[in-house]
Structure formats: structure tokens, C-alpha cells
């Protein structure tokens, strides 16, 4: 990964780390002064947003420390461990949510706050303008975790318009309704978990190397064709570590060249490759006879 996408990963855990801090306070305040338990649990998922955040960040920094003797293609498979790790922090506060939405909505407690609904809508405007932002610069870096980063800013979002509804509908109907508010932070807290799971798939994907990079692969063979002597291509495999992708390719040459030919053939095929695609990482060429 180049120094830019990296600064650009980091400068973008920053927002969330910083957002996160302020709207959790905000959120806490509102729901224990506004009697609304959906304020509270959306305030305790920003405050798991943080941790999962400087996780994030500790990854992005440790997956982009060089190869080295122990570690010849790089330190990337930290990135979907910390992304593990994420989704942990995402089902222990769906987890504390939704315990504490079933335990409130059988005890008696006030109505919300009217001016609660005042907070909860900027709060939902900025939290998707967050994931909006936040996963634009996870596709441009390759991050994973980043993207996990992204997801948290959605979840929240959708809690949030959770709270809305149900300070709403225990507004609106009055008296015997106050459990509304209870109800829709229960059901945040299953849309948190489904969003865990949206998480934790491609992340799993990256760490068991399954093939999911077919277009890629389409423009390995292409710009291969342009390399002058490259005849054809038979294999190709890519597996993604952290921010880059590591590819071995079987390449076709004249089978009556010498040696030294084919192996300067496959030096400038790789690196044309890394030229044009700069998200590559270990290039392996494997000259076949054609």
C-alpha cells in the first residue's frame, strides 16, 4: 500500500474515533435526561464504536509494516483479524442492547422527552454522511476493516432512526406506550447483528484465501497481452492481504527461448503489473512453453 493510502485509511479512523466520542456523550446526556432507553443504546454502541475504531487503527498501522524475514508477503492478515475483532465489539453491544430493551419493556417508566426527537434527527443525518464518507475511503484503500469502520457508522445510523420511531410512536399514542421506545432499541440491536455478519463474511473470505476477485483477474490478463513476448496466460490466483493482493500467474512464451529471455520476459511482466495496478502486492510469474 502506498504512503497516501495509507494517510488516508488512518485520517479516516480519526473522523470516526472523534465523531463517535462526541455523539456518544451527546446520545448518553439526551437519553438519561430524556427518559429514552433507545438514546441510551445507541449511546453505548458510539462508546463500542470508539474501542472497535483504535482497533482499527492499530490495525491499519501494524498490517502496513514491511515484509520482513518472518513475514515474506507483509503483516496484511492483521487487518481481518482486527476486523474479527470488530464485529466482536458489534455483537457484544447488540448483545447488552437487546438484554437491557427486553428487561426494560416490562417495567413501568416515564414517557420520552419531546425534545429528544430534536437530537436524534441531526444525529441520523451526520451518521450516515459518516458511513457515506468512511466507506469511500475504504473501497479506494482495500480495507477491510475500514469497511467494517463504515458498517459501524450505518448501524448507528439505523439505531438511531430506531430511537426516532419508537420516541415517536410513545409520543404519539401516550400512556401504555412507553415500552415503544424499548421496542425499537431491541429491534437495533438485531439489525446490529445482521450487519455483524455482513462484516465478518468478507473478512473470513480474506483470511481462507476464496477466490473473489474476478475482475481483477480479467485485467491481470489483459495488461499480461500487452507485455511484449507474453503470448497467453493460464493461471491465475489472487488472494487479498490487508490492503494488497498477492498474485500467481502462469504466463505463455515461445517455447524455443532461452532462459534468460524467459526470465527477463517475466520480470517485465511483473513489472508492468505492479505499474499499472498499484494494489498489487507479491507479483509470482511462472513462465509455461507455449
Given amino acids: 500500500m502506498t504512503t497516501a493510502h495509507e494517510q488516508t485509511a488512518i485520517r479516516a479512523t480519526w473522523f470516526s474515533i472523534i465523531g463517535n466520542t462526541g455523539l456518544a456523550a451527546i446520545k448518553g446526556l439526551a437519553g438519561s435526561f430524556g427518559n429514552s432507553y433507545a438514546l441510551i443504546a445507541d449511546a453505548i454502541e458510539s462508546t463500542t464504536d470508539i474501542l472497535s475504531s483504535f ?84 473501497k479506494e484503500t482495500n480495507s477491510s476493516s475500514l469497511k467494517a469502520d463504515a458498517w459501524h457508522h450505518r448501524s448507528d445510523a439505523i439505531t438511531s432512526v430506531a430511537a426516532l420511531i419508537g420516541i415517536s410512536v410513545a409520543l404519539y399514542l401516550g400512556k401504555g406506550y412507553e415500552s415503544a421506545d424499548d421496542w425499537a432499541a431491541l429491534f437495533a440491536s438485531g439489525f446490529i447483528l445482521y450487519n455483524s455478519y455482513k462484516i465478518l463474511r468478507p473478512a473470513l473470505g480474506e483470511i481462507m484465501d476464496e477466490h473473489l476477485y474476478d475482475d481483477l483477474v480479467a485485467d491481470i490478463r489483459r495488461i499480461s497481452l500487452t507485455v511484449e513476448g507474453i503470448r497467453d496466460t493460464e493461471k491465475c490466483f489472487v488472494r487479498k492481504a490487508g490492503m494488497k493482493y498477492h498474485v500467481d500467474l502462469h504466463a505463455v512464451v515461445d517455447a524455443n527461448i532461452t532462459v534468460k529471455l524467459g526470465h527477463g520476459i517475466a520480470h517485465a511482466l511483473k513489472d508492468t503489473l505492479r505499474r499499472e495496478l498499484p494494489q498489487l502486492g507479491h507479483v509470482s510469474i511462472h513462465i509455461e512453453p507455449d
Fill in 55 to 138: 482497533l482499527v487503527l492499530f490495525g491499519l498501522k501494524y498490517a502496513n509494516r514491511p515484509a520482513d524475514k518472518n513475514h515474506p508477503y507483509g503483516h496484511g492478515r492483521a487487518e481481518p483479524l482486527i476486523t474479527f475483532l470488530v464485529v466482536g465489539f458489534l455483537i457484544t453491544s447488540a448483545t447488552i442492547i437487546a438484554y437491557e430493551s427486553i428487561r426494560n419493556i416490562g417495567a413501568p417508566h416515564e414517557l420520552p422527552r419531546t425534545w429528544t426527537l430534536a437530537v436524534l434527527v441531526p444525529l441520523v443525518i451526520w451518521k450516515e454522511v459518516s458511513f457515506q464518507l468512511v466507506m469511500k475511503k475504504a
